[in-house]
């Protein structure tokens, strides 16, 4: 059964994806007024790959904790879900199911650039309500950046606002999904940018969390999300467009 406080990541998890996917869908339709339905079965493998990749890299990082219960290792409600096996999972499902159906991954891309701000503000909420990703412990800061916030154990101290200052960075990420978007900038490149711009408020705030920082891990998705940034529009030659029944 699911912890009590872990009920409300759920729900901010699920609205966040049924809000972010929500205004996805809104603006592929104004685009081509393609069927909505190829679009949603690509971004339900990318959920799919992405929950796995999320889960299979949190184990590999904390191993010892699941050799004595090794049956907790799905037991995803207890926590433990890591942002760049999310990511890289979801990223590789979805490559691989617009492959084998032949629809144009890079313009998927550019909607779900809309959604990913959206699931990264929800994230930080509910880890400042229930204990996850908290700021570390501090006396001598002034009261504007700090708060009385839990760990994950519940205890209750004065720490310094990482998570607000991720949601804050969010609504920043989320201006600029949507700058793009209007504007009609960086088309095949938007899901990059926007990356580009989260993983770097991830190396930001990551020397100021409590938990282990994994610059380690932060680095390669930054390169990977700037390299695809610069990169030029792909040619579709083949492939074909997502308004295309398949």
């Known amino acids: 059964m699911m912890p009590p406080d872990h009920w409300l990541f759920a729900l ?9 996917f929500s205004f996805s869908s809104w603006s592929r339709w104004l ?3 393609f069927a909505l339905s190829s679009a949603f079965d690509l971004t339900l493998v990318a ?10 890299v949190s184990v590999a990082l904390d191993w010892q ?14 926590g433990g879900l890591d942002w760049h096996g999310a990511v890289l999972g979801g990223l590789t499902a979805a490559w691989w199911w617009a492959r084998w159906r032949q629809l144009d991954f890079a313009s998927w891309l550019d909607s779900v650039s809309l959604a990913l701000p959206f699931l990264f503000m929800a994230i930080w909420l509910a880890g400042r309500e229930i204990g996850f990703g908290q700021g570390i412990a ?3 800061l002034p009261d504007m950046v700090v708060g009385f916030l839990p760990d994950s154990a519940g205890n209750i101290e004065r720490r310094i606002e990482v998570q607000l200052a991720g949601i804050l960075l969010g609504l920043g990420q989320l201006w600029l999904a949507v700058y793009l978007f209007i504007q009609q900038r960086a088309s095949g490149r938007r899901f990059w940018v926007v990356l580009t711009a989260l993983t770097a408020s991830m190396l930001l705030l990551g020397p100021l969390m409590e938990q282990v920082f994994r610059w380690w891990l932060d680095v390669p998705i930054l390169l990977l ?6 990169a030029s529009r792909h040619r579709r ?3 074909k467009n997502l308004s295309t029944n398949s």
């Open 225 to 230: 999300a700037i390299k695809n940034s610069l």
């Open 12 to 20: 901010l998890i699920g609205a966040a994806i049924v809000t972010g």
């Open 138 to 140: 501090s006396d001598d």
């Open 31 to 33: 685009d081509d007024r």
């Open 65 to 78: 904790s699941f050799v004595d219960y090794p049956q907790d290792v799905w037991r995803i409600w207890y």
């Open 237 to 239: 030659g083949s492939i």
């Open 47 to 56: 959920l799919f790959g992405g929950l796995i990749g999320a889960r299979l």
